[in-house]
């Protein structure tokens, strides 16, 4: 039977605090919360020439470091672990392309962003867009509309102020 | 759009499953639908399949969906490519076609150049996300049939094989790693069809390149992909030749999870020429190991050793070696199956008490190590007690100089061995008795052990030679089973028993309600949904029984009437007094003749429908049956009250602490006298257990109760005068002749209890007509109390003498 591809992702510092969490199993707060916390000190203990993949509960976890950043991936027994680290690797080029040269603060102050980019790449623990062109253009007319939603409100504010 | 898919395949929840199942596909495959929205919604599509597989029918789009993957827009490709490859793996023969169009992609994309796909080329590989999925799509299925499809693929897969041989394009790691992803997945791929002897051969050398590499990211996916590779026939030698490489992997690797991989290569790729070898490394590995993989080791160890054992000694040491190395994570079934296999081969007997006897000799000695040196000195010691240096006397003193650093069952098991000594050393006799004299003995707060002291003392004073002799017999062999430790390795690779159920239960959705039971309702989750018939109580007809029931696996034996979970299994029971399908199958032994209480079981339930059948220490069974005219149904609910689980000759087992149901239905042809007979095989801890009892399905089960005037019974009664149809029983009473209680006790029988029909008021009168296939019967019934005597006289009048017979037996008994 084949269950959904990533599970979750996350995004730590080296400090363990959480910048960014996508969940695609359903679980409750509670066991979020708690799985975030063990896998962040499992792999914050990990040493620097070790392993990419490890085992952990019955999932497999494909992580990479960038700078001050960890991105984790947890995904199926099954699943290709190179494919993964590079849909890690695409995700932070995507980041970067959108802030040039992206830097963890980019992600605290924009995380809204982040979430954006991710959800366009991928959709249901899947690859949807590979293309980082085609995904960079959806972003950018998303960011459009967004301003021109913003804009008419202006102008509605100045007739309301009278 | 693309934010309302989206939000539709985040949540992904079953009410939107019905709400959006007809129009996404229709979005998906329609020509004017932009292609990003395509994307999405094939994705949410995916996702809403996963979530509701039964509310998404594919029927009419099928062709469509599969046309996708000849999508001019590779993203559009991508997202189809997913969908299709999750309804393939569920309905493979609807989705044949698209094997076809994979390959063909596949190969349009493996020998394009760098130039042809913009965009979707990553660091110098062709759209490596997309030829991923294609080849995990292509391991859905078969190697493809047709020739020529075929050929393409081969040319596809030895194309990537050589690009892996070719200088890299670009120094980037990601580039390797794009390039590797591929490669891997197309060496899955190749394990998949098993069909290629040059291609695994091929995909073996390149592992075995791999292996060495200085990334390494590389050589755990190496060592994995190699595991799967040995199984192979045609690769298993190939992948013998890296048995160094591998070894100096485990020796060297520092992380500990190439480490770990490296060992479970090293068991996969164990056969009998190199076993010896295999086995001391794993061995020297277990000194060093991580605590937590121990006890996995120590059970592959074990089985490897048996496996391949042509000498048994070698055996025996390895196991000795095993419990001095890593004595706390060797499970009980280990030494076990030692023991087992040294009572079964005469030759190596005595090897054993020599080499038990020695290793008893070290002064720190782990304590699996005293049990299986007590267990077998206890038998074999006679076959070294020849040598001065392990005399008896020696013997016994080695032993006893453990004796109290150990704990309680050792100590039982050592005081067994006692006894036994004396049995076959008479000289140790006083020597003996005085320890089982002392006070520490038979004195001591554990109950067991003073039990064991004081009766082994009065056995070893009371008893002359013989009886001694005959009684501590040396053990017969065991019988040839299976090996249990097989079974605790599986349970212990398989996937972690909760969360698996998390994703049953989340998968199929709710079943039949059983959400109440609140924090358990996850874990208790089973697996299977219903067999369609058994939806409605009476519409089941005596089909074909499958055999077989589906372990609630981690449902606690709290409340044994509460529904555990769909049913499993039917098995049709014609009341004719035997089983026509025993559930657990297995035609092979004889049943055990029904247990002795199994009568006073029966005659518990005569009036009731619910309870307890039957309990002992390994096994509680319980059950609840309905009935209905001439059908019924009963609930059997078996419940496992040890921590080992239970195996029956046929799957599945029964884990330690978890209940499983059991469905049977009931349909009566005729008026009956005995009941049927249940059978139950299993084992418990290797020994067969087997236990029968009667079902308590009695002919009053099928009673219709019948209101009816005075004046009805009474001319009813009249008409059923014949003596043969009368039965008459005058009995003592031997419960309270409470008026209440006998009450229910006659509405429990099924009958219609009725008011002001006898001019005594202390009678009680029932009518009730008896449901059969064959005919119903009348039945009419007048029972008498005495209080002053203590007394009843019972008086069955029915149109069928065996049917008042019978009934009137039942009753009497249940007051």
């Known amino acids: 039977m084949t269950k959904i591809k990533m599970q979750f992702m996350l995004l730590f510092s080296r400090q363990g605090k959480l910048r960014l969490q996508k969940w695609y199993v359903p679980l409750s707060d509670k066991e979020r919360k708690k799985i975030s916390r063990d896998l962040v000190q499992t792999i914050l203990a990990r040493k620097p020439k070790m392993c990419s993949f490890l085992e952990w509960r019955d999932l497999k976890i494909v992580y990479k470091r960038y700078a001050s950043l960890y991105f984790c991936c947890a995904v199926e027994d099954q699943d290709n672990e190179l494919i993964t680290l590079e849909i890690i690797h695409r995700y932070v080029e995507l980041l970067d392309k959108y802030f040039g040269s992206v830097c963890e603060l980019d992600i605290i102050f924009n995380f809204e962003k982040a979430y954006f980019i991710l959800d366009e790449f991928l959709l249901g623990g899947e690859a949807q867009e590979t293309s980082k062109k085609n995904v960079l253009k959806a972003i950018e007319q998303a960011d459009l509309l967004q301003e021109e939603a913003e804009a008419p409100r202006s102008v509605l504010e100045e007739i309301g102020l009278t | 759009m693309c934010l309302a898919l989206h939000c539709i395949a985040n949540v992904g929840s079953r009410e939107m499953a019905e709400a959006f199942a007809g129009e ?15 994307q999405s919604a094939a994705l949410c599509l995916l996702r809403l399949y996963k979530a509701s597989p039964d509310l998404v029918l594919m029927g009419e789009w099928t062709s469509r969906v599969v046309h996708l993957l000849n999508d001019q827009h590779m993203g559009v490709v991508t997202a189809a490519i997913s969908l299709i490859t999750c309804l393939s793996s569920k309905n493979p023969d609807e989705f044949k076609t698209c094997v076809s169009l994979a390959v063909s992609r596949l190969s349009r994309i493996v020998s394009s150049a760098s130039t042809d796909l913009q965009d979707y080329t990553y660091y110098f590989v062709p759209a490596p996300w997309l030829s991923c999925k294609l080849l995990r799509l292509l391991q859905c299925y078969p190697p493809p049939e047709d020739g020529a499809v075929k050929g393409r693929l081969v040319e596809c897969l030895e194309t990537i094989l050589n690009k892996a041989q070719e200088p890299p394009k ?22 998949h069809y098993d069909s290629e002897p040059n291609l695994l051969v091929r995909a073996c050398n390149q592992l075995g390149q791999f292996l060495q590499h200085r990334e390494t990211n590389l050589r755990y996916l190496a060592l994995e992909s190699m595991c799967t590779l040995a199984s192979s026939e045609f690769s298993h030698e190939a992948v013998k030749t890296h048995i160094e490489t591998v070894i100096n992997a485990l020796k060297t690797e520092r992380d500990v999870s190439v480490r770990q991989r490296a060992a479970d290569l090293l068991y996969a790729m164990c056969d009998r020429s190199n076993a010896k070898q295999i086995v001391a490394e794993m061995l020297s590995y277990l000194e060093t190991a991580d605590y937590s993989i121990r006890e996995e080791m120590v059970l592959k160890v074990a089985i490897l050793a048996e496996k391949y054992a042509v000498d048994y000694s070698w055996y025996v040491d390895t196991i000795l070696n095993l419990i001095r190395i890593a004595g706390d994570y060797v499970s009980e079934e280990v030494w076990y199956r030692v023991i087992q296999i040294v009572i079964n081969r005469d030759d190596v007997q005595g090897y054993a008490a020599k080499t038990v006897f020695e290793a008893l000799q070290a002064p720190a000695c782990h304590e699996n190590m005293v049990k299986v040196g007590g267990y077998i000195l206890g038998e074999f010691g006679n076959l070294i007690a020849g040598d001065p240096r392990s005399s008896p006397l020696v013997q016994f003193n080695l032993l006893h100089s453990k004796f ?98 998390l994703e049953d239960g989340k998968e199929r959705g709710e079943l039949n309600g059983a959400g109440e039971r609140g924090a358990d309702a996850a874990i208790a989750a089973s697996n299977v949904s219903t067999p369609s018939p058994s939806a409605d109580l009476l519409g089941l007809r005596s089909a074909a029984p499958i055999s077989g029931s589906t372990p609630s696996a981690g449902s606690l034996l709290v409340d044994v009437f509460s529904e555990a979970g769909p049913t499993a299994s039917s098995a049709s029971v014609n009341d004719d007094g035997f089983l026509s399908s025993a559930p657990p199958s297995a035609a092979s032994e004889d049943p055990a003749p029904p247990l002795p209480e199994s009568e006073e079981l029966l005659n518990k339930f005569v009036c009731k429908n619910n309870g307890v059948l039957f309990e002992n220490q390994l096994l509680q069974i319980g059950i609840k049956s309905e009935y209905r005219q001439n059908l019924g149904r009963m609930y059997l609910f078996y419940g496992n009250k040890t921590s080992v689980q239970f195996t029956k000759p046929v799957e599945p087992l029964v884990e330690g602490g978890a209940q499983v149901q059991q469905v049977i239905n009931i349909e009566c042809l005729t008026d009956f006298v005995d009941a049927p007979l249940l059978n139950i095989k299993f084992r418990y801890g290797g020994a067969l257990q087997n236990i029968s009892l009667k079902l308590p399905v009695t002919i009053n089960k099928f009673f219709q109760p019948t209101e009816m005037a005075a004046a009805d019974f009474f001319q009813r009664w009249k008409q059923l005068s014949q003596p043969q149809q009368e039965a008459q029983k005058i009995f003592k009473a031997t419960h309270g002749m409470d008026t209440e209680v006998l009450k229910a006790k006659l509405l429990g029988l099924g009958t219609a209890l009725l008011e002001n029909v006898d001019p005594n008021p202390e009678n009680y009168v029932c009518a009730g007509v008896i449901q059969t296939k064959a005919q119903q019967v009348g039945c009419l019934l007048r029972l008498e109390p005495n209080a002053q005597a203590q007394m009843y006289r019972l008086t069955l009048r029915s149109s069928k003498d065996t049917v008042s017979q019978r009934v009137c037996d039942l009753l009497a008994e249940q007051f």
């Not at chain 2, 229709?26 to 990003?36: H, K, P």
């Not at chain 2, 670009?170 to 891997?184: P, T």
Request: aromatic share 4%; charged share 25%.
């Open chain 2, 404 to 501: 109290h650093l150990c704990s309680v069952p050792t100590r039982a098991l050592l005081l067994s061995a006692y006894i036994k000594f004396i049995n076959l050393f008479p000289e140790t006799k006083a020597t003996i008795q005085e320890v089982l004299r002392s006070d520490s003995q038979i004195r001591n707060s554990d109950v067991e052990l003073q039990q064991r002291a004081v009766e082994y003392l009065k056995l070893s004073s009371i008893a002359s030679t013989d009886v001694l002799a005959t009684v501590l017999e040396e053990m017969p062999p065991f019988p040839e089973r299976e090996s249990s430790i097989l079974a605790k390795l599986k349970k212990k690779k398989g996937p972690g028993a909760v969360s698996v159920e």
């Open chain 2, 170 to 191: 670009s120094k980037k790691v990601q580039h390797s790693n794009a390039k590797n992803a591929i490669l891997f997945e197309a060496i899955s791929l190749i394990i």
């Open chain 2, 24 to 38: 996404i596909p229709r979005i998906l495959v329609a020509g004017d639908t932009m292609d990003s929205v395509k």
